[in-house]
């Protein structure tokens, strides 16, 4: 449905030696007919700019997009389509809402004017109103565009994305200016109308639990390249590297050495003993390695109850009470862990424990693209 | 990786041809260069024109006009004139204006709000109307203020209107709202807590404003002294009105002169317009620089701060009565004298005895005039039409400055800015050169006059386009251009509208300053050609005050009516608040 291949996009950066940095660099991708896609990474990674690309409102440097077996833009053959021309839907993370006019009139808009600017006008009246009821605003028709709420606003933007039956949907944040409750709800909401209307979806977003939630798949980006592509549950069970391990939820890190094999997974040496990891991920034997493993599969028991594989004694730091888990920062002979466990559980601080690191979850990965952390939070070592 | 995703380049067969490739230049580019060619000829041709008939005698390209122009007798005074009038009516205006806004922006004297009014009207009432009524109010033998001077013993303090000191006097005050304006948005933009916190530090109030609030606004206040200068070297009106008959010459009373003249002489006007211009491009080029390095000394943060009051003690009612005194000589005194003047078959001195005579025939007698009927429609159909296609062009010059892509947008707003150096009298001397010989028939129709205008107010066209623009996002038109419009629906459609309390503004500017417009008319107009400030200066020059008067208030009042009316207009056009 959609194909992104090699995909480049570079601004002017007076600071950088060549005087251009960047901002989406070599990106490639393929989304299927009736899938939500989503883009995620951190702030300034090129998420949006990746998407202005798509939707023909940035100007690439290289590489081509297709829609639906139609070039839209190609670098080597020289295609460019303009943005009116695509006849693609976005909606913009300001949601882009015209003050100056009604619901009804920013929905009607798309079909007044350009090669849509002959519509009959009883067909415009009719899916205005099926657009406008699809996304329940309805008996807001008349009503003026700056007296809806932040989340009427938002469904009023997808109306009038949807309302030209695009080929494809373009969302960049659109939920970001909402409140967390609102949020939550309005995930739902657009994943149902996505999955009912059928729609190719390219959504962009810096909040994982949203992309895990609602995507068919996922590509990470970090710098302007894409880290991983894979559906949500290897995004986040199986991170390629240490970035997304750590972008996507969030990790801690055991820096170690590869020694061989044992069983089905691998062993690692550690300063605080050998870790056994059920898989590598770009390190073969004797490499450096980072060993990841989440808070949430970490096992907090208490002292002196195991001494069997991954299993190391240590003492708590410090604790937190999130209302649904404790989150306990546990002191080794080397280093620190975060853990999250049941609220139920719970240890005072400076009390020993013993933490057991289940092998099935922890993973080596090449310690290459390591996020740089702040001092304190370094991994453990 | 998902079988929904394939990696590059295994599943995707070759890419099917582009439907259309991009031969033909882009809208955007047609419109960028269309622009560049309109902004081009308005801006550069006089320019290019003025030089050339300056450097060239009949013999070829030479230096010989400019001697002959320095040689003409009186020439070293007057350009000595020149500069004490502007450099005069500066400081008239700066000391006024400053001081003005200072109070009213960091103090808690009372009647503020006569100050607002103060820095209004003056932009309404057309500048040869003020300095008429001026002449009423301090010539030497019937000036009003005069006698009342004399009357109380003050005769050391009369200053004779048609005199160098008069002449810087009263340009200084219609210059002195423009300061206000400049110097009251600089206050504005000064955190105040830098003045607590030096009154914290146990400075005194005096030492306070020597140290901190003035060194704070020092840029400010440089670029607004430049102005008044650049102002006061352009000023036409005062100089023409009141330093013809006292004998005092500046540069554009020479070139009005030099062109009103038999046989004409060219060679002067043009060496004397090119000299004005070199001194008002190079004044406006350093206040360019002041306000370049002025970004250095911005105290503007992201949190808004609301400037808290000065308690003025004791002082609050001697500032006050200044305020109403500044109101009394910037504003009421000059309409009074206007309205007084318009009731009398000829003028006397306001007294009881003189109040016997008032009638309302002088306004009657306005359509009676010839040329009044033809002026009123053509003063009218060019304020509308430049104030129109002013606002249309440079909002297309400001959207391709701020948001279009093609390279060197910048410079749309460079040349769009290069008429505000240009003084009004310059500009009519160049047309003339060029509409003399050009092969198109403009010469003596309105058209050369609506050129002129257009010319002359788009740097404030593209003021007011060029901010409103930039609160408008740029995602408001993606989302526009993502719904298929093109170009030109996305512009006018979606764009436009939303400039809309900007153009209006603008245009309602644009409006007022064409039907003040004197200094490039009174070069340019032919006898089926006249405008209003026009047969007001022809009233003026025939002795008919009574009747210049009258339509003076008629035009004065219109005017306001025209503001009044647009603002009323302005808050139901346009963006709607949530
Ligand atoms: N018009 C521009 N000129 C120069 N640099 C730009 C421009 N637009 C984006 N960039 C740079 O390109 C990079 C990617 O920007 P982009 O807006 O795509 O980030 P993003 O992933 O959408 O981030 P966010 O989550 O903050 O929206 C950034 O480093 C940004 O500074
Ligand atoms: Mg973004």
Redesign the pocket.
């Known amino acids: 449905m959609l194909q992104v291949r090699d995909l480049c996009k570079t601004?002017?950066?007076h600071e950088s030696k060549a005087g251009r940095?960047y901002?989406?660099d070599h990106v490639s991708f393929t989304v299927e007919e009736g899938k939500f896609f989503t883009l995620l990474?951190?702030?300034?990674?090129?998420?949006?700019?990746?998407l202005?690309c798509i939707a023909g409102l940035e100007h690439p440097d290289g590489g081509d997009i297709v829609v639906a077996d139609r070039v839209l833009y190609s670098g080597k053959q020289k295609v460019v389509v303009s943005p009116n021309d695509r006849n693609l839907g976005m909606v913009f993370?300001s949601y882009a809402i015209w003050p100056h006019m009604n619901v009804f009139d920013n929905v009607a808009f798309p079909l007044r004017v350009g090669k849509r600017r002959r519509t009959p006008k009883a067909q415009v009246r009719e899916r205005v109103e099926r657009a406008l009821n699809v996304v329940e605003l309805g008996h807001l028709a008349g009503r003026f565009a700056t007296k809806l709420s932040g989340g009427q606003q938002q469904r009023l933007a997808l109306a009038r994305a949807l309302v030209i039956e695009p080929s494809l949907l373009l969302l960049?944040?659109p939920l970001s200016n909402l409140d967390a409750k609102l949020r939550e709800s309005l995930r739902f909401e657009l994943k149902r109308l996505q999955r009912e209307q059928g729609i190719t979806t390219v959504y962009?977003t810096?909040d994982q639990s949203e992309a895990l939630s609602m995507s068919n798949s996922v590509a990470v980006?970090q710098e302007?390249r894409i880290s991983q592509i894979g559906d949500p549950f290897s995004i986040y069970l199986n991170p390629e590297n240490p970035f997304v391990a750590d972008f996507v939820g969030s990790t801690n890190f055991i820096e170690g050495v590869v020694v061989g094999r044992q069983d089905d997974g691998w062993v690692v040496r550690t300063p605080n003993g050998p870790i056994v990891v059920s898989a590598v991920m770009g390190v073969q034997e004797n490499d450096r390695c980072m060993v990841s493993i989440r808070p949430e599969h970490i096992e907090v028991l208490g002292d002196g109850s195991d001494s069997g594989t991954n299993c190391f004694s240590g003492e708590v730091a410090a604790r937190l009470f999130t209302g649904e888990s404790m989150v306990y920062r546990i002191t080794l002979p080397h280093g620190e862990l975060n853990c999250r466990t049941s609220a139920e559980l719970r240890f005072a601080s400076g009390k020993p424990v013993t933490v057991h690191l289940p092998v099935k979850h922890a993973i080596a990965l090449s310690p290459k693209d390591a996020p740089v952390r702040a001092p304190e939070e370094a991994a453990v070592g | 990786m998902t079988a929904l995703l394939a990696a590059p380049g295994e599943v995707t067969p070759d890419l099917p041809r582009g439907e259309r490739r991009r031969r033909r230049p882009s809208v955007t580019f047609v419109v960028a260069a269309v622009c560049l060619l309109v902004l081009g000829y308005l801006v550069l041709s006089p320019l290019v024109y003025l030089v050339w008939r300056g450097l060239t005698t009949g013999e070829g390209l030479s230096l010989a006009n400019i001697g002959a122009a320095y040689r003409v007798s009186g020439s070293a005074e007057m350009v000595g004139n020149s500069f004490a009038f502007a450099f005069g009516s500066a400081a008239v205006s700066t000391i006024t204006g400053t001081a003005l806004a200072f109070f009213c922006t960091r103090t808690n004297a009372p009647l503020k709000p006569l100050l607002y009014a103060a820095s209004l009207i003056p932009l309404i009432v057309p500048g040869i109307l003020f300095t008429i009524s001026w002449v009423f109010l301090l010539s030497d033998d019937i000036g009003l203020i005069n006698h009342f001077l004399r009357a109380v013993g003050l005769d050391f303090l009369v200053v004779d209107a048609f005199s160098l000191p008069g002449m810087i006097l009263i340009d200084g005050m219609h210059q002195a709202p423009l300061v206000f304006l400049l110097m009251f948005a600089a206050f504005r933009a000064t955190d105040p807590a830098l003045e607590e916190s030096s009154l914290m530090s146990g400075a005194t109030l005096p030492q306070t404003l020597r140290r901190v609030t003035l060194p704070l606004v020092r840029p400010a206040l440089a670029g607004a002294v430049l102005i008044s200068v650049v102002r006061g070297l352009e000023s036409f009106e005062t100089p023409a009105v009141l330093g013809i008959p006292a004998n005092t010459w500046v540069f554009t009373s020479r070139i009005f002169q030099a062109l009103g003249s038999y046989p004409v002489k060219y060679d002067i006007a043009s060496i004397y317009s090119i000299t004005l211009l070199l001194l008002t491009v190079a004044g406006l080029l350093f206040v360019q620089r002041i306000n370049r390095r002025a970004e250095r000394y911005q105290t503007i943060s992201g949190k808004g701060f609301r400037p808290r009051p000065m308690d003025l003690g004791a002082w609050r009612w001697p500032v006050s009565i200044l305020f109403g005194v500044y109101f009394l000589v910037v504003v009421l005194l000059p309409l009074l004298m206007l309205v007084w003047m318009s009731l009398l078959p000829f003028y006397q001195v306001p007294s009881v005895k003189a109040l016997g005579s008032v009638s309302l025939e002088n306004y009657t007698r306005i359509f009676s005039k010839p040329g009044v009927k033809s002026a009123i429609q053509n003063s009218t159909i060019l304020a509308l039409g430049s104030a129109t296609a002013v606002m249309l062009f440079m909002s297309v010059v400001a959207w391709l400055t701020l948001k279009s892509k093609i390279p060197g947008r910048r410079f749309f707003d460079t040349i769009a800015s290069v008429p505000l150096a240009l003084p009004g009298l310059v500009l009519g001397v160049a047309l003339i050169f060029i509409y003399l010989r050009s092969p198109l028939p403009i010469y003596g129709t309105l058209a050369i006059l609506f050129i002129a205008y257009i010319t002359r107010y788009m740097p404030y066209g593209m003021r007011y386009a060029s901010s409103s623009l930039a609160q408008v996002s740029t995602e408001l038109e993606d989302s526009a251009r993502m719904s298929g419009a093109g170009w030109f629906d996305s512009f006018r459609r979606v764009v436009m509208p939303l400039m809309m309390p900007g153009i209006l503004a603008g245009w309602v500017y644009v409006m007022i300053v064409s039907i003040r417009e004197l200094s490039s008319s009174i070069l340019l107009y032919s006898s089926n050609t006249r405008v209003l400030s026009v047969v007001i200066w022809e009233l003026w020059a025939n002795g008919e005050t009574g009747v210049l008067a009258a339509l003076g208030v008629g035009m004065v009042v219109a005017l306001m009516l025209l503001v009044a009316v647009v603002y009323k207009l302005g808050g139901r056009v346009g963006v709607r608040d949530a």
């Open positions: 601004f002017q950066d940095v901002a989406v990474g951190p702030s300034g990674c090129g998420k949006t700019t990746t202005r993370q960049d944040e962009v810096h980006m302007g």
